[in-house]
């Protein structure tokens, strides 16, 4: 019997020999499903302090999964696991080489990250300089210039102090996805409005929200804020900043609405990233969740040469870091490929379904319970994305869309659909996106939004 178990092994060792390149290749599949692994746990725990963990979640369980398969091939007989490995690297070819096409044909990438071509295709005029050297060229003309500061940038760094607003009275310096970059004076607590509009003794409209709200990437005038003033003839005030989630939200709210105390107030909702990145990530901060005890605030409103100070002091920091960072963006913006950005992009795959969190109800439900509270109005403004257009999906469905707006109308509160009430009649939504291109609206699109939300009120008032 030794010698049959000997020659058994003796087969072995020969089958062994004659596929040395389906083991070596075994070990890396296992040791790319461990760098993975650690690289998600990277991303999700540190990076991002596990807010993110829905996000991730996926790459964990594919990364797990990887790990036992591969665990599992290695004590497999050679000639099974040459087979597997054949079909996997074979697999992994093709893909890339998919990629490698769909990149080739502009298929797949974010829309937005070709503004310039798209600006040149049309023979629109594109600013090519940094958003740094705007700011010096700015500067050297005396203009007392600065770059906008998000909320969310300063959120892990508040030191008891978390700004909402941006610098006071100061020439703001944002984004370009219009081929000019977006300028504008800011008011006395940092927001996109003409200072003017605090001193009106009754204010008819406040606008909460995030980017699309703060007005991203248009003219001063020009976002939702400006053109309902521009069509209405009443005060009206934008306390939106971009990054702003729905925690954020309801402390602009307590920070700034509660002075001037707004016949109505416009919560306006983005379905890509509100309940799905923005309140996860806030809800870790234990600064921003006292906004949930009633009556916290910070005094912010009494208090902006601190936060001018404070936003300076960023600013300093920041600049050290921004030549580096841009570096590393720009590495990362390269290797995408390496990530099969462009497949994932195209099936779906960097999708996360919104999960309605039940903090999000209670922070509605306070918001309304405070806008009631000095006889205003709350009315929300559900904002569709690009994205809705671009892929073939049910309306209702995406995004969860008529749950959110079914949860809102349960609590009392006035919903204004955009999607149903502009993108969804207009003969070619896409015009109303910055060069057909994933982003922001253009001036078109938020003047639409605008006329949306007064005939909206007017309705719902009559």
Same mark, same amino acid.
């Given at each position: ?46 990076? %991002? ?6 996000? &991730? %979640? ?37 893909? &890339? ?51 906008? *500061? ?17 610098? @006071?009275? $100061? ?18 607590? +940092?927001?996109?409005?003409?200072? @003017? ?14 980017? %699309? ?12 804020? +400006? ?9 009206? =005030?934008?306390? +939106? ?14 920070? &700034? ?6 016949? $109505? ?35 912010? =409103? ?50 996360? #379904?919104?999960?309605? #969190?039940?903090?999000?109800?209670? =922070? ?21 994305? &690009? ?16 749950? *959110?707006?079914?949860? *809102? ?12 009430? *502009? %993108? ?22 938020? +003047? ?15």
């Amino acid at each position: 019997m030794s010698w049959i178990k000997g020659a058994s092994q003796q087969n072995a060792n020969d089958e062994d020999k004659k596929h040395p390149f389906a083991r070596w290749m075994s070990w890396l599949f296992l040791a790319v499903s461990v760098l993975l692994l650690i690289y998600t746990y990277y991303r999700s725990e540190i990076t %991002f302090q596990g807010t993110m963990s829905v996000k &991730y %979640f996926k790459y964990y369980l594919i990364s797990l999964l990887g790990i036992l398969f591969w665990g599992v091939v290695l004590r497999l007989r050679e000639g099974i696991r040459a087979n597997i490995v054949t079909v996997t690297t074979s697999l992994v070819v093709g893909l &890339y080489l998919v990629e490698g096409g769909l990149i080739l044909l502009g298929l797949g990438q974010p829309a937005n990250a070709d503004v310039k071509a798209a600006a040149v295709e049309l023979g629109v005029e594109y600013d090519e300089r940094s958003k740094l050297e705007v700011i010096e060229d700015l500067i050297a003309q005396g203009v007392d210039a600065v770059p906008a *500061v998000r909320p969310v940038d300063v959120l892990t760094i508040n030191k008891g102090l978390l700004p909402l607003g941006g610098f @006071s009275n $100061r020439t703001t310096v944002a984004s370009n996805e219009n081929g000019y970059y977006m300028i504008y004076p800011s008011d006395r607590y +940092g927001f996109n409005n003409p200072d @003017s509009e605090w001193d009106n003794a009754k204010v008819d409209w406040l606008l909460t929200g995030d980017s %699309f709200t703060e007005g991203l990437a248009v003219r001063p005038g020009e976002d939702i804020a +400006g053109q309902i003033r521009l069509i209405t003839k009443q005060p009206t =005030i934008s306390v +939106g900043r971009s990054g702003n989630g729905p925690l954020m939200e309801l402390a602009e709210l307590r920070e &700034y609405a509660e002075s001037v105390k707004p016949k $109505r107030v416009l919560w306006i909702y983005c379905e890509g990233n509100d309940i799905v990145g923005d309140l996860q990530r806030d809800k870790a901060n234990p600064l921003l969740m006292q906004y949930m005890e009633d009556g916290f605030s910070q005094n912010l =409103i009494n208090r902006q040469k601190e936060i001018d100070s404070r936003l300076g002091e960023f600013i300093i920091l920041a600049q050290a870091q921004a030549q580096a960072q841009a570096q590393a963006q720009a590495q990362i913006y390269k290797t995408r490929w390496i990530r099969l950005h462009s497949i994932r992009q195209i099936i779906g795959f960097n999708d996360v #379904d919104v999960d309605i #969190d039940p903090l999000f109800v209670e =922070i509605l439900t306070k918001a309304k319970a405070e806008v009631d509270g000095w006889e205003g109005e709350l009315y929300f403004v559900y904002l569709p994305e &690009y994205a809705r257009y671009k892929k073939s999906v049910s309306h209702d469905d995406f995004r969860r869309k008529s749950e *959110v707006i079914e949860v *809102v109308k349960g609590l009392g509160i006035p919903v204004i659909d955009i999607h149903q009430e *502009v %993108f969804a009649k207009h003969d070619d939504p896409f015009a109303l996106f910055p060069f057909r291109l994933s982003g922001h609206y253009n001036a078109e699109g938020y +003047g639409e939004v605008a006329k949306a939300i007064v005939d909206g009120v007017k309705k719902h008032e009559h």
